[in-house]
């Protein structure tokens, strides 16, 4: 019996979080840019001065982390120090400096009969952020969210649970004081999974649901949801290196892409290399990647030019590592190079490496992707290198959203027609 009724004391408190964050939403849609912005640069200001607390709440979650069986990758991504800080606090000033979408004219036009036609961008309500081990995420989402007129239900990994709640507390501090409902940002007090199925199940409360984790936990969300998920399921990104290149230039764009920071959805995965090049150009490039402790896994021709590789199986082909592990693979042409990608990619970032433009233009026209990059790493599929600032994720998605999702990712639009007394005949 109390088991029940714990389970139905959980419905409860999800039900009563989710209507907090759907009533907040309609005040979020008509707050003024200036009144988010004071926001965002309140919590700057409040991050910074309260870097001790959030770091204090950040060891305990990474002195628990061997316990959860984190690799070195994720416990880097948990890691909260002051430099990260005042990293996070920029982004928000960043945001902050950004324009407000809300409001913005897309298309206006009068029709024949007199009628003034507008289509205006406007919020998409509730958005509910499910995510892992990355603390930064919290600030990054809930800053999105609001500066787009938005509310946000965000829900970390029990992995960051100090680090987040310590994160939630310094924004929502400065809520009220600005003008802003306070349930605008809202944290899931606990941990207990079952809480996110509930939200799942609450169409007419969410809006939207945005997971950012491993792919497990993508598909978990996918399943339940009864709302709209914006997503990618892997970054299984690849390079191709084509017969007309720079090998110079190639060997510093793979190293980056692989290992400036392996555990991330646009590090590169596999290394296509045209055979025409591979004898010159493998030796080269394997010996600066495990100069970087890259493990290599290659495919008999890439092999038998660099036998230190170990085998790549079937299965390395589709797998995103997120370590320091690179398949590699000798083709015979750029068809070939796109018909692996075609077949292994994941929609993610692709990139070619090349000083024939037509093979560069072939490239970009032929591979279906969220991103396609030519001689430049895939690390810059990224909605601050882009141009967009912080990002609340990349979508793999071709509806509604496409590549790193910033501010306009996180609106809709309304029609807003005026007569004076028109009637449709």
């Known amino acids: 019996m109390s088991q029940v009724i714990e389970v139905d004391q959980l419905l409860q408190d999800s039900r009563e979080l989710a209507d907090r964050a759907k009533a907040a939403a309609r005040r979020m849609a008509i707050v003024s840019g200036a009144a988010k912005d004071a926001w965002l640069k309140r919590s700057a200001q409040a991050l910074v001065e309260r870097a001790a607390e959030v770091i204090e709440a950040n060891a305990r979650d990474i002195a628990a982390a061997p316990g959860y069986g984190l690799t070195a990758a994720a416990i880097d991504r ?5 430099k990260r800080i005042e990293e996070m606090a920029k982004g928000l000033l960043e945001i902050a400096a950004q324009t407000d979408p809300i409001g913005e004219v897309i298309t206006s036009s009068r029709r024949p009969n007199g009628l003034q036609v507008t289509q205006v961008r406007v919020p998409l309500g509730v958005i509910f952020m499910i995510y ?101 399921y892997q970054g299984n990104c690849h390079i191709y290196v084509d017969a007309e ?74 797998t995103e590592y997120l370590e320091k592990i690179l398949a590699i693979g000798v083709v015979d042409s750029i068809d070939a190079a796109m018909t692996h990608i075609a077949r292994h990619g994941s929609g993610h970032t692709e990139a070619i490496l090349t000083r024939d433009l037509a093979s560069a ?65």
């Open 132 to 232: 892992e081990s990355r603390p930064n995420v919290t600030l990054d989402a809930a800053a999105l969210c609001v500066k787009s007129g938005n509310a946000a239900i965000l829900r970390g990994g029990k992995e960051a649970i100090h680090s987040n709640r310590a994160l939630h507390r310094v924004l929502a501090d400065e809520l009220a004081s600005c003008g802003l409902p306070e349930a605008a940002v809202q944290l899931v007090p606990t941990t207990d999974r079952a809480v996110v199925g509930h939200l799942l199940r609450m169409p007419d409360r969410i809006d939207l649901a945005i997971p950012r984790g491993g792919e497990s936990l993508i598909r978990r969300v996918v399943d339940e949801a009864e709302m709209p998920v914006l997503k990618h």
């Open 361 to 425: 233009r072939r490239f970009v026209d032929e591979v279906d992707s969220s991103a396609v990059v030519v001689n430049a790493s895939t690390r810059f599929n990224d909605g601050g290198q882009l141009g967009l600032g912080a990002e609340i994720g990349i979508s793999t998605d071709k509806y509604h959203a496409r590549g790193p999702c910033g501010l306009r990712e996180l609106t809709s639009t309304k029609w807003v027609v005026y007569g004076d007394g028109q009637i449709r005949e």
């Open 78 to 82: 948990l890691t909260l120090n002051p």
């Open 245 to 318: 290149v720079d090998q110079a230039m190639a060997v510093r764009i793979v190293v980056n892409a692989k290992t400036q920071r392996p555990g991330v959805c646009n590090a590169a995965e596999t290394l296509l290399v045209h055979r025409d090049v591979a004898a010159s150009f493998l030796p080269r490039v394997a010996e600066a990647l495990i100069a970087q402790g890259v493990e290599l896994r290659g495919d008999e021709s890439s092999r038998q030019i660099v036998p230190i590789m170990s085998v790549a199986e079937p299965s390395d082909w589709d």
